[in-house]
Every structure is written in structure tokens, then in C-alpha cells.
């Protein structure tokens, strides 16, 4: 899924959770509900002016867990988040029915984030493993060499 699909259901899923759960708006309640650990879902919007006044909220969901998604602008947000004014950011406390597009999100966004897992090759974890042995064994030597008074 593209960035583009992804905004289109972080829209989808602001506006049905306006209606049927509770948001947040403005970036002094995101911040709080996300420091608060109550947001589901957090938007914010990329024309924000100076983007100092949100820049914080990206690292603050990184560190909180909590999904987020840039959206283009504060107009499309602030509609779908029926406001007749543009907002800057917006945040789902109570999904509501919104909760399948959040979960689409999530799933989307640690699907995208997952690294790419290299095994080792086999013979090479098995040799890791004799050497520990023979270090714990070596160990093991000492401890019985040493003279007990």
C-alpha cells in the first residue's frame, strides 16, 4: 500500500472516529493524549507553519508506540476531522468503528518498518557454540585448580 492509501485511511478512520469515538485536536491535546499513552492514532499535518510547533510529536509517538501518520495538509485535516478550520493535528482516544481502518494502519506500518532477517550460516553459530563451551569448561578447570585452605 502506498503513502497515498495510507492517509486516505488515516482520513477514513478520523472521520468515523469523530462520529462514533472521541479525538483530540490541536497539538497541545495530541501531545497530552500521546504522553498520556490514550492515543490510538495520531495525524499530523506536513504544512504545518513553523514546523517547529509540531516536530516534536513524531519522536514523542516513536517513543510511546503510537501510530502516526504525516497527512499533506491542515485543511483536508481539519475536515475530515469535521472542523471548519484547519488543524494541525489530531489524535483518536476512543476509536469507535474506526478501529479496523487503525488496525489496516498498524499492520501496514510495522509491515514496512520489519527489517530484512540474514541467518548466519549454520557451520559458523556452530563453531560460536564450541567456543563458548570450551571457555566455560576452561572455567570450570580453574575453579577445581585453585587450592582450597
Request: net charge negative; with cysteine.
Given at each position: 500500500?502506498?503513502?497515498?492509501?495510507i492517509?486516505?485511511?488515516?482520513?477514513e478512520?478520523?472521520?468515523?472516529?469523530?462520529?462514533?469515538?472521541?479525538?483530540?485536536?490541536?497539538?497541545?491535546?495530541v501531545?497530552?493524549?500521546i504522553?498520556?499513552?490514550?492515543?490510538?492514532?495520531?495525524?499530523?499535518a506536513?504544512?504545518?507553519?513553523?514546523?517547529e510547533?509540531?516536530?516534536?510529536?513524531?519522536?514523542?509517538?516513536?517513543?510511546?508506540?503510537?501510530?502516526?501518520?504525516?497527512?499533506?495538509?491542515?485543511?483536508?485535516?481539519?475536515?475530515?476531522?469535521?472542523?471548519?478550520i484547519?488543524?494541525s493535528?489530531?489524535?483518536?482516544i476512543e476509536?469507535?468503528?474506526s478501529e479496523i481502518?487503525i488496525?489496516?494502519?498498524?499492520?501496514i506500518?510495522?509491515?514496512?518498518?520489519?527489517?530484512?532477517?540474514?541467518?548466519e550460516?549454520?557451520?559458523?553459530?556452530?563453531?560460536?557454540?564450541k567456543?563458548?563451551?570450551?571457555?566455560?569448561e576452561?572455567?570450570?578447570e580453574?575453579?577445581?585448580e585453585?587450592?582450597?585452605?
Amino acid at each position: 500500500m502506498t503513502d497515498e492509501n495510507i492517509v486516505n485511511k488515516a482520513y477514513e478512520a478520523i472521520e468515523i472516529a469523530s462520529k462514533t469515538g472521541k479525538i483530540k485536536k490541536g497539538t497541545n491535546e495530541v501531545t497530552k493524549a500521546i504522553e498520556r499513552g490514550s492515543a490510538k492514532l495520531v495525524l499530523v499535518a506536513g504544512d504545518v507553519n513553523p514546523p517547529e510547533v509540531i516536530m516534536h510529536i513524531e519522536p514523542l509517538c516513536k517513543e510511546k508506540n503510537t501510530p502516526y501518520v504525516k497527512v499533506p495538509n491542515r485543511e483536508e485535516l481539519g475536515a475530515a476531522a469535521n472542523l471548519n478550520i484547519p488543524t494541525s493535528s489530531v489524535a483518536i482516544i476512543e476509536m469507535g468503528d474506526s478501529e479496523i481502518a487503525i488496525k489496516e494502519i498498524v499492520a501496514i506500518q510495522t509491515k514496512e518498518a520489519e527489517p530484512e532477517v540474514k541467518e548466519e550460516p549454520k557451520e559458523e553459530k556452530k563453531e560460536e557454540v564450541k567456543k563458548e563451551e570450551l571457555k566455560e569448561e576452561k572455567k570450570e578447570e580453574v575453579k577445581k585448580e585453585e587450592p582450597k585452605e
